[in-house]
């Protein structure tokens, strides 16, 4: 959602709508759905870059095009980590902290677990679900080997769009995502449509400061990103943990 104020999100309840077969002329029965609203507004994610005269005027490339550049790439990663692993203060509130749980028993993953975690998906979600993973975790899925030795995943299956997919579902690969150890949560697997609600204020603030640091003979870019999100439908994804 790109939004300059608060988004509103309702969100379901335990009890949720729910259909009957009703005869001719007969009185309908009312669901007992519940439901809630949250508000998504934003959070503030602030970067300033100090420069030295020298530098700029020593230099015969764009050099403040070149910070500005680095400050948004290090704004993109920031906020994918606040999305994937935030606990909501002062940064969004991450898909870690909902879904619905796979407990792996140790730190190794098997190509059963790959299975068992596409199926603990509810049929639904399933047709625009996608794997969210760290390349790390990517290559031990990959390097799994049935008992002759072969690789579990064939070539195609490695090599169809994104960086490959898994049972027929796309991969993303994150460097925000834990590594496959004790405690960590290695492996998102849903519809992220309709898991998460992320609402960005399109207004980023990108501003070159000639004058705040003039006596020293300094310039800075001041950036600052208004970014929140949360899980609306733990349904839609799966979690998968590691036991510690």
Known sequence: VNSKGVYKQIIAGNNKITAGWTDEIAEITASTADFTTIDIGHHKLTSIVKMSLELINQNEFDIVGELTSQMTLDFSVKSEEGIFKGDGVTKPLGLITSGTDYNLAAPALTSDDLVKIYHTLKAPFQPNA?????????????LLKDGDGRYMFHQSELTGGYVGTILGKPVLLSECM???AAGKSPIFFGDYRRAYKANLNPDMTLQVLNEKFAEYGVRAILGILWLDGRPVNPEAYVNVKVAE
């Open 130 to 142: 996608a794997w969210v993973m760290s390349n790390n975790t990517l290559c031990a899925i990959r």
């Open 178 to 180: 834990d590594n496959i």
